[in-house]
Every structure is written in C-alpha cells, then in structure tokens.
C-alpha cells in the first residue's frame, strides 16, 4: 500500500555576486553584446583550470563532532525561527538544510567575514572538524536512518563557466559535503535559475519547485551552492485510518472549533509537561527518527510557547520524556510556505559582512585579481512544505547559497488524554546526534487553497 500523504520540504538559496559591478568587466567574463541570452545548454566554453574532485572517501569525523554541529544547527534553527515567527500563517523551518548550505560558504570565508558567520552559525569546531562534521550528518541523512525509511541528501555547487574559484575549496566541497561542482552559465539568467530548480525538484521527489524565485540570479551571479533534502519515514505505530474523523480544532487559537481530520492512536508513547505546555514523542520505523509535538495548555498559548522556544528548552524538553500510557488525537495537516528571504532574519542575528558587497571577505573561495570580481551573498532563500498523516512523514529540503561577485503505567491506569485542538509546534529529530531536521508550527492544519 502506498504511503499516505505526508510530506516535509524545505529549500534555501543563497546568492553571491561580485563585490561591485564595473562598467566594463573583464572580456572572458562579457559576452558579445550582440548574442542573445544564452541557454544552460549552450555551446561548451572551456572553464577556467579548476579542478573538481570527488573523492571516494569524506573526511574522518566522531560522534562528538557530530553532536556538537547538531547543538550549533540547532541553536541556529531556533535563533531563525524566533525572527520569522512573527509572519502570519503556519511557518516551517528545516536547520539541517540550512546548516549544511552555510557550513559550504562558511568554508570560503575568510577574516572578519568568517568570525561572523560562525558566531551566527554556532560553529563550535575549528574549521576542519566543523566541515568534515556537517559533512558527516549530511552523509548520515543519505539513507542512514532506519529500515523502511527513505533519505535522500544532495549537495551541488553551480558555479559560473568562466570563473575560476580556490581549488583547495573546490577539493573540501566535494570530499567533505560530497558536492561536484557543475558549471553553468548565469549570463542566460533564465535557463540557469530553471537548471538549479530543477536540480532541487528532482533531488526532493518533485516536492520543492521554485526554490529560487525570479530575479534570486542574474548575469552577475558567480556561485549558487545547494543542498537538498528528502525524507520518507513510516510510523513505528501508524494512526488507524479507521479512526479518523473530523473533530474541532482552534484555526489561529480563536475561540471558534473548524472541523478538520483528526488521527486518534493510543498507547505507549513518551510523554513530558513543561511550563504552560505539553509533549508527546512519536517514533519513526527504524528507531532513528521522532517527531515531538509541543501543545501549549491555553487554546491562545502557541505565542507564549513560541518565546521560550530555544534549543536549551527542546533539548530540556526531550530530556524530561518518558514512557506513559497516552491517548493522541492529531489533525493531519500541511504547513506549505512560499520562497522566504532569510537576509533579513540572518542579518538581524548579526550576520552582516557576508551580505556587504563592499567589506565581505570570500577568497577562501575565489580569490581573483579585481577586488571587483570577488564574492558577496546577495541573498539567502527558504521555502519548506509539511503534510503529515495516518500512515508517516515524507519530508524533503533544499538550500541554496548564490553568489555573485561582490516508565510504564500499570495497564488498568487510564491514558493520559492529549487532544492536539489547537496551535501546535512540531519537531522532527535525529535521534542519534540530536540534530533538528525540521522545526515549524501549525495554526491552521487544512492544506492551503
């Protein structure tokens, strides 16, 4: 039988783009004025002698190494998430993707640029250990993750055909993140944004389109690294579909109950309260993975949780689980969210330099003869999509970075009710390393449109 609707998506891009743009650029990097925009596919123009490695074997990293990038992704997914929510609608963030695209640029950052980012970032490695660390999750999280689950993670650096970048750089790309870079050609704008989408949509199962919206690269853009993140993950116990009946949920918190499919599953689950919350664990087949739902006690608490949501607080959170006999009710529901800027969010957070075409520093990247012609992020893009049923999760994610120059109760105890009726947060985790795959929270659980 085919899984049900269930799916978690998220993309991000970042651009990068000459430090400033000069009236007459270098010849090699100019076309003709009188040749028209010029497809992906165009006729071959030879690269500048970059090589592009792809070794066999990544570099060594522990499991302490590993942990430690998951505290930092984490830290880093709940510093991104309190800055959004305040949006309207459901939201969703995904820290692994997000993570492994920056930990990429943060390896060819140099300087002032480079102490930024890891503040930022949460980079608690010396930058060997932190690439080769990242490097390791994203490896683990390409089908290391339990019998009967799907996981699929891709990284891909498109870089401009004519631009020559740090061959020490393009060799910890493609050995740490196992990520080949393939050279396309940003003065046909159109045809390069439609080949990284499409990169995106068929590395996430066609789950994400558009990660990149129009005008996200240009003739200017020299670099766009990408990640991309699948995930289709069964129940260990699957809601009966039998069960399942329309039963009021609280659309935005408000005193008014929408009917909305609602799953029912009772049994043994692990189960915490927390201050003006509660949570329930439910567990992935294969052992690897869990989702944690988080319900404030008030139908209007989803804010008050939403302030104290720090990865101290998941994590305290996580540790105060145990097993109890529950009775879950919980909506299906689908978080889907346009292509999101994060520049604003990152740069509140104090990641200024990188996006400044005049002072970032990325020649641990490219590092060529014009200050012009070097590199700065222009912008950093996300977009994620939830659906979540009876049967499991089907998640994916993708991110992209642009550049451009410049114990048990007794069986006769009754089940503790939890009754998800209305706004929720939710929290897809790896279990081994503690990472956060996926971070987001549900206002209204009907899909959209």
Not at 110 to 129: F, I, K, Q, W, Y
Not at 163 to 184: D, H, I, K, N, Q
Request: proline residues 10%; hydrophobic residues 45%; glycine residues 8%.
């Amino acid at each position: 039988m085919t899984l049900p609707r269930a799916s978690l998506l998220a993309a991000l891009a970042l651009a990068a783009c000459p430090a400033r743009q000069t009236p007459s650029p270098p010849a090699a990097d100019n076309p003709a004025p009188a040749a028209p925009a010029a497809p992906v596919a165009q006729a071959p123009v030879a690269p500048p002698p970059t090589p592009t490695p792809t070794p066999a074997t990544a570099p060594e990293s522990s499991m302490d190494d590993q942990r430690a990038a998951a505290q930092g992704l984490n830290r880093l997914g709940t510093d991104l998430y309190a800055r959004l929510r305040s949006q309207a609608g459901n939201l969703a963030v995904a820290p692994g993707s997000i993570a492994i695209a920056f930990g990429m640029t943060e390896a060819g950052a140099r300087g002032d640029t480079l102490e930024e980012m890891r503040r930022v970032l949460h980079s608690g490695l010396d930058a060997t250990r932190q690439a080769a660390a990242l490097g390791a999750l994203s490896a683990r999280w390409n089908g290391g993750l339990g019998d009967g689950v799907t996981a699929r993670t891709a990284n891909r650096l498109f870089g401009h055909q004519r631009y020559a970048f740090e061959a020490p750089y393009v060799a910890l790309t493609g050995s740490a993140f196992a990520a080949p870079l393939e050279r396309v050609d940003f003065a046909g704008a159109s045809a390069a944004r439609a080949r990284i989408n499409g990169w995106v949509a068929e590395q996430t199962m066609d789950k994400i389109r558009d990660l990149l919206p129009d005008g996200a690269v240009n003739a200017d853009t020299r670099l766009v690294l990408v990640n991309a993140m699948y995930l289709r993950a069964p129940w260990e116990t699957p809601f009966p579909e039998h069960a399942t009946r329309d039963e009021a949920f609280h659309v935005g918190g408000g005193a008014a109950g929408t009917p909305v499919p609602t799953m029912s599953l009772s049994g043994r689950l692990s189960y915490a309260q927390g201050a003006g919350f509660k949570a329930v664990e439910l567990p992935y087949r294969g052992g690897q993975l869990a989702m944690d739902i988080l319900l404030p006690d008030a139908r209007d608490g989803l804010p008050a949780l939403e302030a104290q949501l720090t990865s101290e607080r998941i994590q305290a959170t996580v540790d105060a689980l145990s097993p109890s006999q529950v009775a879950l009710r919980l909506p299906r529901f689908r978080v889907s969210t346009e292509s999101l800027s994060l520049r604003g969010a990152l740069t509140a957070l104090g990641m200024n330099l990188p996006f400044d075409r005049n002072r970032a520093d990325f020649t641990g990247m490219a590092n060529p003869p014009s200050p012009a012609d070097r590199l700065f992020i222009s912008d950093a893009f996300h977009k994620v999509f939830v659906d979540v049923a009876e049967a499991g999760t089907e998640a994916a994610a993708a991110t992209a970075v642009v550049m451009g120059r410049r114990g048990r109760l007794p069986p006769s105890a009754p089940p503790t009710p939890f009754v998800v009726d209305r706004p929720f947060v939710f929290i897809i985790r790896d279990l081994r390393t503690g990472a956060v795959l996926f971070l987001g929270r549900v206002l209204d659980p009907r899909p959209a449109g």
